[in-house]
C-alpha cells in the first residue's frame, strides 16, 4: 500500500478542524474516541484540566489492524488548540499494511517519529506555515515496517506448550520475546501501543491497551496518574522487568 503521512484535529493558525490525506475509516473511530476522551477528562480534572492538558506529553502511537479500519496505523497525538481558543489535539498519523508487526516501531522507527514530533511543535508554534507543514509531511519516507511472523501455536497437549529449534542456548531470550509478542497478539487482536518520553508530568512511558485507551482513563494520559484514573496500578518500573539477575 502506498502509505501517505497526514494530520487532524487543532492548530493556532486555524479557527475549524483541520484534516489532510486521513480516510474517514481512521478519523470516524479516532474521532469518537478523542471526543469522549476530551471530555471525560475534562469532568475528571475540573478546573485543574488545561493547566494539565498544556504540559501534558506528546504520544507516540502504533494501532493494528481492525481499529481504525483495516490498516494498521501509526502517529503521534499532540495538545493543541486553534485560533480561537479551543482546545484540541493534532494527530499526525499514516497508514500501514494490515500484517504490519506494530511491536518493533518505536524502537526501529524512532526518527521518523521524531520528525513528526518536530514538525508537529513547529506548526503549534507558528515558526511554519500550514502549507510548509502540510508539504513537509508528505515528503517524509513512510516509516519501515516488517510484516507479523506467523502466530506460534502450541503443542495440543492438556496444559500450553511451545518448542523450539535453538541453533544455541542464546537464542532462547529471542525466541521468548518473539512466544511474548505472539501470545500478546492472541490475547489482544485489536491492540494499540503507546509510548510517551519525559514531560512535565510523565516519565517515559510504554502503554499496551486493547482498542484505544478508555476515555474514563484518558485523564492518566495527560497527568501519569495511572491509579488514580483507573488503571488498577502505577506502570511497571524497567527493574521489575529484568529476568536476568
Known sequence: MDAVTGFYGKLPSHGDFLVRRLNRNFTAPWDQWLQTAIADSQSQLGEQWLNTYLVSPIWRFSLSSGICGHSCWCG????????????????IATPLPAESDISRLFSEQHD????????????????????????????LDPP?????????????TPQPAWCF????????TAKLSELALSLLADRLPARSYWCA???????STL????GLPPSQGFSALLDGQWKAWGWGGEPYNGSDLDIEQ
Not at 112 to 122: G, H, I, N, S, Y
Not at 197 to 203: F, L, P, W
Open 76 to 91: 503521534i497525538l499532540m495538545p493543541s488548540v486553534d485560533s480561537v481558543g479551543r482546545y484540541f489535539p493534532l494527530t
Open 112 to 139: 521518523w517519529f521524531e520528525q513528526c514530533e518536530a514538525l508537529a511543535l513547529d506548526a503549534l508554534n507558528g515558526d511554519i506555515p500550514l502549507d510548509h507543514f502540510d508539504q513537509s509531511l508528505c515528503q
Open 144 to 156: 519501515s515496517v516488517p510484516l507479523n511472523k506467523t502466530q506460534l501455536q502450541g503443542y495440543q
Open 165 to 172: 529449534n535453538l541453533e544455541s542456548p542464546q537464542q532462547s
Open 197 to 203: 518520553q519525559n514531560a512535565e508530568q510523565i516519565n
Open 207 to 210: 502503554l499496551i491497551t486493547a
